[in-house]
């Protein structure tokens, strides 16, 4: 793939959405991708934190409802979110379209939203009334949100023409499918917390859902986006295209054995279920990291829009060093259970945050923070917010992974490091979520100018000197028409 024709691809206005349309369409991501951040600011990454410092420096019980509340907070609202807000933005662009049925795309925010307050309050199990109940209506609600943006983006693609563009359509439908699985997971959690009335057994089907939402739905997209990004954008060498047909194929066998193994009663018929599809799934990311040279050397590329700048580019390599940590911690566990061993929990933990602190969560903030602007047609000013939020969250995950030394030398002083990690990886989050919410902040002024300034712009990344973005070179600036 030569990069003339990624640039191409990268342009995705085939036709203009009128302004008024473009604009409803922004309001509505805008608000998605800004509750996304607050989320993983208060009850995900920061009640994270605080979990782990109590857990690893033992400074007193942590109940696993704060952990699953950490995670909804993570998956739903942080991940779920964000993709749902940058994806209302790409489809549409990438078919030439505008954003179709908006009603549905209105109502995904209060849907995930409601959804995710009541799963909070029915993980409070037995210290509150109702708990069972609002789950399920909890669960429903997020089902309903997912059920919501799958028909958006459904109905989207059917309005494009013709020649709409197929390339990562596969990965694209395999994550949203794995999306809609996820909220049906939390359905049946619902339904088994109210039938034995208590909440706390809902929590059976967690394992389930993790892996359907964060390997099958974030990842899944994850492929799908990079195909349709292309390499070059991270000035990466040309891919593998039949190795990253592959690479998608065996994340679906994995994910697909790994969420019905953890559905299966406890045994060890689930269990080798589970392990198999972790293997599978450690492969997939060795074929895709291979078909994506994703560690060749990087191609040269001059400055250019489409190029994303050195710090996402290096996050996004990173990022994906950071899956291949995944890969082998989750191969490692799934194999010492099939040959009888008890591999500690510290293992799948390390595997988990690998995978979701490593990799999801870099890749969904720095490539953010280059498409985000790009999108709202605002500059990124917090540059430094970036880049240093983006090293402290690389730090943080390796801190993290201490609690494998922790277990492999049973060495407990390596807990000191991977107590007090999550508070690094959390202010990086901040620091490098706080940089796009800064873009997502400045509004647009009712003639179409960003209340940045035109000289800020020109200092802001995703342009170089003397080049425009579409919207400038046909008059209006943003959010009509934006590149991604
Ligand atoms: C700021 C970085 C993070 C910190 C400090 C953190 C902390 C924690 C802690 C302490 C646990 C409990 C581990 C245990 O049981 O021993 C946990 C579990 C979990 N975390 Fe994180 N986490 C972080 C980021 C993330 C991200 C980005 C995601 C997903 C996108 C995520 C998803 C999960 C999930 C799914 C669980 C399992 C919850 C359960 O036990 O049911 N975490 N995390």
Redesign the pocket.
């Known amino acids: 793939m030569s990069s003339s024709s990624t640039a191409g691809r990268l342009n995705l206005r085939v036709v203009q959405p009128p302004p008024d349309a473009a604009a409803a369409s922004w309001a509505i991501s805008r608000r998605l991708l800004k509750v996304s951040l607050w989320c993983t600011f208060t009850l995900g990454?920061s009640f994270?934190?605080a979990?782990?410092l109590t857990?690893h420096l033992a400074l007193g019980p942590v109940p696993?409802a704060h952990?699953?509340v950490?995670?909804s907070f993570?998956?739903v609202g942080?991940?779920l979110m964000f993709l749902v807000g940058v994806a209302y933005q790409v489809i549409p662009r990438s078919c030439g379209v505008p954003l179709a049925a908006r009603g549905a795309a209105r109502a995904t925010l209060p849907l995930l939203l409601t959804g995710l307050l009541l799963r909070m309050y029915g993980q409070f199990g037995p210290l509150l009334p109702g708990t069972p109940a609002a789950l399920l209506a909890g669960g429903a609600s997020i089902l309903a949100g997912i059920v919501a943006f799958a028909g958006v983006l459904l109905a989207t693609w059917r309005t494009a023409p013709a020649s709409k563009p197929r390339i990562g359509l596969a990965g694209v439908a395999a994550g949203t499918f794995w999306w809609l699985a996820a909220g049906v997971l939390l359905v049946v959690e619902g339904l088994r917390a109210v039938a034995l009335r208590d909440a706390d057994l809902g929590a059976r089907y967690?394992e389930a859902f993790?892996a359907a939402a964060?390997v099958g739905g974030a990842m899944s997209w994850i492929q799908g986006m990079f195909r349709r990004i292309g390499g070059a954008t991270f000035g990466l060498r040309p891919s593998d295209a039949p190795l990253l047909t592959l690479a998608l194929a065996l994340w679906q066998i994995g994910t697909a054995a790994a969420v019905l193994g953890a559905c299966l009663p406890p045994g060890p018929g689930g269990q080798r279920l589970f392990d198999t599809g972790l293997i599978v799934l450690a492969a997939a990311v060795a074929v895709f990291v291979r078909g994506a040279r994703i560690l060749s050397t990087a191609a040269e590329e001059a400055p250019a829009f489409h190029l994303a700048p050195a710090a996402v580019r290096r996050t996004v390599r990173l990022a994906f060093v950071a899956a291949l940590l995944f890969a082998a911690l989750a191969a490692l566990y799934g194999a010492s259970e099939l040959t009888g061993r008890v591999p500690s929990r510290l293992i799948w933990?390390g595997a988990?945050?690998a995978l979701?602190?490593g990799c999801?969560?870099p890749l969904i903030l720095g490539l953010g923070s280059f498409i985000v602007p790009r999108l709202a047609g605002t500059p990124l000013r917090r540059r430094r917010w970036r880049s240093t939020g983006l090293v402290l969250i690389g730090v943080?995950l390796a801190g993290r992974e201490c609690e494998l030394l922790a277990s492999w030398l049973a060495w407990p002083p390596a807990l000191w490091i991977s107590g007090t990690s999550?508070l690094l990886?959390?202010t990086g989050?901040v620091l490098a979520g706080g940089a796009i919410l800064g873009v997502l902040r400045a509004r647009p002024e009712p003639d179409g100018r960003q209340n940045a300034g035109d000289g800020q712009r020109q200092r802001g990344e995703g342009r170089h000197a003397g080049q425009k973005t579409s919207a400038e070179a046909s008059g209006p600036a943003l959010p009509a028409e934006p590149q991604v």
Do not use: E, M, S
Request: glycine share 10%; charged share 5%.
């Open positions: 990454a994270g934190a979990n782990l857990i696993p952990n699953w950490h995670a993570q998956v942080f991940v967690n993790y964060l933990d988990r945050h979701a602190l999801i969560t943080g999550g990886a959390a989050v």
